[in-house]
């Protein structure tokens, strides 16, 4: 039992970024489950959802979200030859929403509000795991 426990542990240890890009995709599909069951009225007095309404009506940009955040994860668990360019592509659609969401919160609010280091350290895990995709890191 402690060896398998201890094995379990190298595993998590070796595949820390695995785990960080996981974190990152449940966190875009639960920001997206969450905002599509929210009302419009609310949605749109928030500042981190704001400019989504600029360009995409209300359920299209959750569904969008939500389907990234899926997509990242299945990624995660493809083990084939192109894998890199799978992981890469997610992890570029991940760090795209993250920085809409950042950037959405700096302009539509007074003040630094703290989510946004929240939303920025998902983008910079996601932009080290494209790197690390498309440049060959393991």
């Known amino acids: 039992m402690i060896r398998r426990a201890q094995e379990y542990l190298r595993l998590i240890i070796r ?27 609310a949605l749109h007095a928030t500042p981190s959802t704001h400019s989504f309404f600029i360009l995409m009506p209300n359920g299209l940009w959750q569904c969008l979200l939500i389907l990234g955040g899926a997509y990242q ?15 890469g592509s997610a992890a570029a659609l991940a760090a795209f929403f993250s920085a809409w969401v950042a950037v959405s919160q700096v302009i539509y609010t007074f003040g630094f509000n703290p989510i946004v280091l929240y939303v920025v350290a998902w983008c910079g895990v996601n932009l080290f795991a494209l790197s690390r995709a498309f440049g060959g890191l393991r």
């Open 73 to 87: 994860l299945a990624a995660l668990s493809f083990e084939t030859r192109w894998w890199r360019w799978w992981r």
């Open 15 to 41: 595949r820390e970024h695995w785990w960080a890009e996981a974190w990152s995709a449940i966190a875009l599909l639960t920001f997206g489950l969450v905002s599509l069951r929210r009302t419009h009225d």
